[in-house]
């Protein structure tokens, strides 16, 4: 595995390095303070686009492999962790899919907006069935060319941005294999798109339920196979997984950052508390768990970008990435002692951010399962 990045890797990080800390550096606190993120910021994304970043140049995309997705999500995240997550959703399971799935006349229809500048959702959730996802209850069905979806969907990501909502609907059956995915457009009638959730972090990514009261979407609107939609969802997170550890990657180096700063600065016993090994322990403990999940990150990336099965990697660097971001963020507070406290240091909001990680896109316990079934169906010994 070459860990080592490109010459083209590296000028594409500096890159979007510099548009965030110059453009959305000085905004994020106040995206925070007022749960908003304006169009502008997105519209700023897609005019380099990085709304299209793993789609075939072919298609309006830019081509990028995992690894240097995982890099430019990375980069966001350092300076919005909710600014990133619309960018990681939006591209892993709300455009790519359509892409990977899609048939021609979707692909035509969707692609060349979804890349510049309109923007994707997924909705997987319900009231209902959140981890155990294939017990979902909304339904869709047939009726001659169309389908009729009734049903709710909660932890929609993107909400009141999103022009195009991939949602998973139960057509023939229970269980996973009675499930397909179909592509909602936001002007759906029988669509009703709920308020946004007033949430802990991550404020200003735009988190809604979905009511579906009779909606008949063009049976052309299906993706994938009837009975297929389980799978074509989860195939898609494998990704989406990645691009969450990279959000954790970017928190929490911030965070890093911000208390390693701190801690040269602040003075107690007559010196920086840099100088004192109660706070060095806690630096030197941050940078590892940083350097490993960078490390899983990287590895899961390569093993899909280079076609072989990367489902544990992607749960393992999950699961580390977002455990490490909330135990580095609480430990930047601790560095800050009261000033980490309080909303004028960015420290506060590292730790709001990343609390949620452990939980959407599969929390820790799935991320848990998914490694063991894997492990087990390799035949590991116990
Ligand atoms: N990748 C691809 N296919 C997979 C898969 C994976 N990771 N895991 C299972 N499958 C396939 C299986 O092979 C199986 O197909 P076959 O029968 O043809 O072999 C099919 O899917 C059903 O698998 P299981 O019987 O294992 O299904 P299960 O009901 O036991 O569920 C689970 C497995 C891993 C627990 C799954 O339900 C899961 O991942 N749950 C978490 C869901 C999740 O991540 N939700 C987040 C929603 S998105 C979000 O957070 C909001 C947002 O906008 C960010």
């Given at each position: 595995m070459n860990l080592d990045l490109t010459e083209d890797q590296v000028l594409i990080r500096d890159a979007v390095r510099e548009l965030c800390r110059g453009e959305f550096g000085t905004q994020a606190a106040k995206w925070d303070r007022d749960d908003t993120i304006p169009p502008a910021a997105i519209a700023k994304l897609a005019e380099i686009g990085l709304l299209g970043m793993n789609v075939p140049e072919e298609w309006g995309g830019l081509g990028y492999d995992s690894r240097t997705v995982t890099m430019v999500i990375e980069e966001i995240a350092r300076v919005s962790a909710a600014l990133a997550i619309m960018v990681a959703v939006h591209n892993?399971?709300?455009?790519?899919?359509?892409?990977?799935f899609g048939t021609e006349e979707q692909r035509k229809r969707y692609l060349p907006r979804l890349t510049t500048g309109a923007v994707g959702a997924f909705a997987l959730s319900e009231p209902g069935s959140g981890s155990d996802?294939?017990?979902?209850l909304t339904t869709a069905k047939h009726d001659g060319d169309h389908y009729v979806?009734?049903?709710?969907?909660?932890?929609?990501?993107?909400?009141?941005h999103v022009w195009t909502f991939l949602v998973l609907a139960r057509t023939n059956g229970p269980g996973a294999k009675g499930i397909s995915a179909f592509i909602v457009e936001n002007n759906q009638q029988g669509l009703t798109i709920g308020k946004s959730e007033d949430k802990m972090g991550l404020r200003g990514s735009d988190t809604v339920t979905l009511a579906f009261d009779h909606a008949r979407v063009p049976a052309s609107q299906r993706l994938g196979p009837e009975g297929e939609g389980f799978k074509l969802a989860l195939q898609s997170l494998d990704a989406g997984r990645i691009g969450v550890a990279s959000q954790a990657l970017g928190v929490m180096t911030a965070a890093f950052h911000e208390a390693a700063r701190y801690a040269q600065q602040r003075k107690a016993w007559g010196g920086p508390i840099a100088k004192l090994q109660a706070i060095q322990f806690k630096l030197a403990e941050m940078e590892r768990r940083v350097q490993c999940a960078r490390l899983l990150i990287r590895k899961a990336a390569w093993l899909k970008d280079t076609g072989q099965d990367f489902i544990r990697a992607a749960s393992m660097a999950k699961l580390y990435a977002t455990e490490a971001a909330t135990w580095v963020t609480h430990q930047a507070i601790q560095v800050h002692g009261g000033y980490g406290y309080v909303k004028e240091y960015a420290?506060?909001?590292?730790?709001?951010?990343?609390?949620v990680m452990e939980i959407y896109e599969g929390t820790s316990e799935i991320q848990r399962l998914v490694i063991a079934r894997s492990l087990l169906a390799d035949g590991v010994r116990l």
């Open positions: 892993s399971v709300g455009a790519y899919p359509i892409y990977a996802a294939s017990a979902l979806l009734d049903g709710e969907k909660n932890w929609v990501t993107n909400g009141r420290v506060e909001r590292y730790y709001r951010d990343a609390r």
